[in-house]
């Protein structure tokens, strides 16, 4: 299951126009919450929507904020960007090309 968690209420336009609204789920947006990461609700939404646990989800982050607000939320978290700005990730790449199912395994069980 995959959701977007985002402040902006032109999430959904955004998608459609883009062409990739179809690969969500569940859009949680400024349109479904009132408080701004790094306050959990966006992603507590989006797991809500879906009907997974928080402890389940995993969250691709490229802000502090973002990153504060999934911690906050007691989800595994993947920061995309300079690992020396986004250290409080669980994990931190460059990009998504470096993601794996073995990745994602290996972050879900890490203690």
Do not use: W, Y
């Not at 126009?17 to 179809?22: A, F, L």
């Not at 994990?91 to 890490?110: D, F, P």
Request: net charge positive; aromatic share 2%.
């Amino acid at each position: 299951k995959t959701a977007i968690g985002s402040a902006s209420r032109n999430t959904p336009l955004i998608l459609k126009r883009v062409g990739i609204d179809r690969l969500f789920d569940a859009v949680a947006d400024g349109n479904s919450v009132s408080r701004a990461k790094p306050d959990p609700e966006v992603f507590l939404t989006a797991a809500k929507m879906l009907a997974v646990k928080p402890q389940n989800c995993v969250v691709f982050e490229d802000a502090i904020a973002g990153i504060k607000a999934a911690l906050n939320a007691g989800m595994r978290c993947v920061g995309i960007g300079e690992p020396e700005i986004l250290s409080s990730a669980h994990l931190v790449v460059s990009g998504l090309a470096e993601m794996s199912l073995k990745r994602l395994t290996e972050l879900k069980n890490k203690k």
